[in-house]
């Protein structure tokens, strides 16, 4: 009976083993919420300028790709043209895409 009743113990080897799985597990959660922490915190919010209510392409122009900078918003056209308006929708600039 007295055999039984007595606690197993690891031998060293074993403890050290245990003593390391148990360190990488809490530095992985550590690691985990510092990632995700940083990735909350740095990425910016979706807090995008609105575009433009009267942005009107020229004639005959079909959008392909559209994207905005800070105070203007670029329309890169299927006839290989980019459009670039300001913030009012004022056609500023047009640029010409030679293949």
Same mark, same amino acid.
Request: aromatic share 6%; hydrophobic share 50%.
């Given at each position: 009976? #007295?055999?039984?009743?007595? $606690?197993?113990?690891?031998?060293?080897? *074993?403890?050290?083993? $245990?003593?390391?799985?148990?360190?990488?597990?809490?530095?992985?959660?550590? +690691?985990?919420?510092?990632?995700? +922490? *940083?990735?909350?915190?740095?990425?910016? *919010?979706?807090?995008?300028? %609105?575009? %433009?209510?009267?942005?009107? *392409? %020229?004639?005959?122009?079909?959008?392909?790709?559209?994207?905005?900078?800070?105070?203007?918003?670029?329309?890169?056209?299927? #006839?290989?043209?980019?459009?670039?308006? #300001?913030?009012? +929708?004022?056609?500023?600039?047009?640029?010409?895409?030679?293949?």
């Amino acid at each position: 009976m #007295d055999d039984t009743s007595e $606690k197993l113990e690891l031998p060293p080897s *074993l403890r050290w083993l $245990k003593w390391l799985v148990t360190a990488l597990t809490l530095t992985l959660i550590l +690691g985990v919420i510092t990632i995700v +922490g *940083l990735l909350v915190t740095r990425l910016p *919010l979706g807090v995008a300028q %609105p575009f %433009p209510e009267n942005l009107a *392409l %020229p004639a005959g122009a079909v959008p392909q790709a559209v994207t905005r900078g800070q105070g203007w918003v670029a329309v890169v056209t299927q #006839d290989n043209r980019i459009l670039i308006f #300001d913030t009012a +929708g004022t056609l500023t600039q047009e640029v010409a895409i030679s293949r």
